[in-house]
């Protein structure tokens, strides 16, 4: 009789994963350039939670960068799937994302901003997350 092996890890449906202590990812100083390029920051294993900081180029000049999950979503080419965040304004989630995308929000001012993202990393290898996440499903 053939022996069976099996390959046991941890995947996307394991709740163990979000539950235990993440392995912190932080990155501070992330330059956003105004002039339409997007900023896209890779992780090496999907995350259990994400914050996302505009640390703006300072305090009396203000710049609102946009934050997605796609290039097509922060650029508003499909239903604009994407969120803002204003000068010094955070937002955190508990969400499973293997990337996250940043652009200098063209309506206001033509400067360049700085953004911080600090995520907590589970277990789970980042091409688990194999989502066709383009902008045009809602995801942006």
Not at 22 to 33: E, R
Not at 47 to 60: A, L, S, W
Not at 90 to 112: E, I
Not at 116 to 136: D, K, P, Y
């Amino acid at each position: 009789m053939a022996r069976q092996y099996f390959d046991h890890r941890a995947g996307l449906g394991n709740v163990g994963s979000y539950q235990s202590s993440a392995k912190p990812f932080l990155s501070s100083s992330i330059h956003v350039d105004a002039d339409n390029t997007v900023v896209k920051i890779d992780f090496v294993n999907v995350t259990r939670f994400i914050t996302v900081k505009n640390t703006g180029p300072d305090q009396t000049n203000e710049v609102e960068i946009r934050v997605g999950f796609s290039e097509n979503g922060v650029n508003g080419l499909e239903d604009n799937n994407y969120f803002v965040l204003n000068n010094q304004e955070s937002f955190s989630a508990d969400w499973r994302v293997n990337a996250v995308y940043l652009r200098v929000d063209p309506t206001g001012a033509a400067l360049n901003a700085t953004a911080s993202v600090i995520t907590g990393l589970t277990t789970i290898a980042s091409q688990e997350l194999f989502h066709n996440w383009t902008g045009s499903q809602g995801v942006g």
